[in-house]
């Protein structure tokens, strides 16, 4: 759908005469956009050109993960407000101060005007909207409760992302601290030791103590190759993204390392595991069948290990077998999740027992998250502390030693 461009004059709540731009559907949707910023319009004419044109061009993803949970809160409360979809759709096209996201939310409004679902209106922009989104959404329609499925939706991956931004915050405060104490210790190598150096040489006899001249020689060492250095370590990690992104077993090998790398691999192992958790039940509760959901799983995982045990699953139940098999299987599953689907088979009752396992995974995701926090922060200060502990060691040690030889 292509917005029209429109050039206006306004004036403000304080008087002020005001000129800009504006894209919308027609000129009345214009003004009542203006009108949503207390202006009032005194005059608008329609325009078009090449740069508008290429304005209107986005590249990547629009919808972020905050954007998207904002976007269903907002329209879930005026559905539940009584408020017919298309003019929801309408009130929040109007609201939007970025101009793409207002684009976006038009050209849905514009779908449904023209006789499409909302969950096709959806489907419609895969690039924003998830698959297991469209699908909830379409069960809503069909079953007359979409403003509850679109709240619960956004609750669903509100969850989601406490969890992966949980999991991230645990991640990233290693890198950073491993990250500070290599520049400390390149720093102190190529701007700190060098001195001690100069010191020495002005004292004639005078020896450097191991441990300093250890660092100077590494000080040197680097200054020397630096460029082939780190221009290696480089190479390493262009040839490690390019092999991982091209060649799949690679990939699938790097993935089951990091799986299984110490502390970590665990967090990887939680995250999956909860997002199959959350996503079956969210479906399978709905009236989504089990081949179905899975299937849409298998489009939402991007682990390849947890994406072949999908596949697996999808395979056993078509031979027959249990759904709960495959998960038995791979040792990437915690036993519990393996057990409590078992039991759901065994009961009748999977939808529940998932919709258990997912309030299971969500209240202990966070106190895991913590734990890990706790335990991994306090090793790395101290392996960072020991670093500059050592190298403030190698450089007193010859300053004493002069005190000493004087």
């Known amino acids: 759908m292509e917005l029209r461009n429109f050039k206006y004059v306004a004036l403000t709540a304080d008087g002020k005469v005001i000129k800009g731009r504006i894209e919308a559907l027609n000129k009345s949707v214009s003004i009542k956009y203006l009108q949503t910023k207390n202006y009032t319009v005194k005059s608008m004419t329609e325009y078009s050109s090449f740069l508008a044109k290429l304005n209107s061009i986005t590249i990547g993803k629009l919808m972020n993960d905050k954007a998207l949970i904002f976007f269903l809160k907002q329209l879930g409360s005026l559905l539940n407000a009584g408020v017919n979809i298309m003019t929801a759709l309408e009130l929040l096209a109007l609201q939007q101060d970025s101009r793409l996201l207002r684009k976006l939310y038009f050209e849905l409004y514009q779908q449904v005007y023209n006789g499409f679902s ?3 209106a959806l489907a419609k922009q895969p690039k924003e909207f998830p698959t297991m989104l469209v699908q909830m959404i379409e069960i809503g329609e069909l079953s ?36 500070a104490a290599l520049l400390i210790a390149v720093g102190m190598l190529l701007f700190v030791f060098p001195n001690i150096t100069n010191l020495f040489a002005s004292f004639e006899g005078a020896e450097l103590p191991g441990i300093t001249q250890f660092f100077l020689d590494a000080g040197d060492f680097v200054a020397a190759y630096a460029i082939p250095l780190f221009g290696s370590i480089g190479l390493i990690f262009i040839a490690t993204f390019i092999l991982n992104k091209y060649v799949p077993k690679f990939h699938y090998g790097l993935t089951v390392f990091n799986l299984n790398f110490p502390i970590f691999g665990k967090l990887i192992q939680m995250n999956n595991q909860i997002m199959i958790a959350n996503s079956l039940s969210q479906m399978l509760s709905r009236g989504i069948n089990s081949i179905k959901a899975l299937q849409t799983i298998k489009g939402l995982l991007t682990n390849i290990v947890y994406k072949e045990l999908i596949i697996k699953t999808l395979n056993y139940i078509e031979d027959g077998k249990p759904f709960s098999k495959a998960f038995e299987e791979s040792k990437y599953i915690d036993s519990i999740m393996s057990k409590m689907i078992n039991t759901g088979e065994k009961t009748g009752d999977i939808p529940k027992l998932m919709e258990n396992l997912s309030t299971y995974y969500n209240g202990v995701s966070e106190l895991r998250v913590e734990q890990l926090k706790n335990a991994i922060q306090p090793i790395l200060l101290i392996f960072v502390y020991a670093i500059v502990g050592v190298m403030m060691l ?5 300053m004493l030693s002069l005190g000493g030889q004087i």
Do not use: H, W
């Open 144 to 179: 007359g409760d979409l403003p509850n499925t679109v709240l619960k939706m956004a609750d669903y991956y509100e969850r989601q992302m406490k969890i992966s931004q949980g999991i991230k915050g645990a991640v990233r405060m290693p890198i950073i601290y491993l990250v």
């Open 394 to 398: 190698a450089i007193m040690l010859p």
């Open 118 to 120: 909302f969950s096709k």
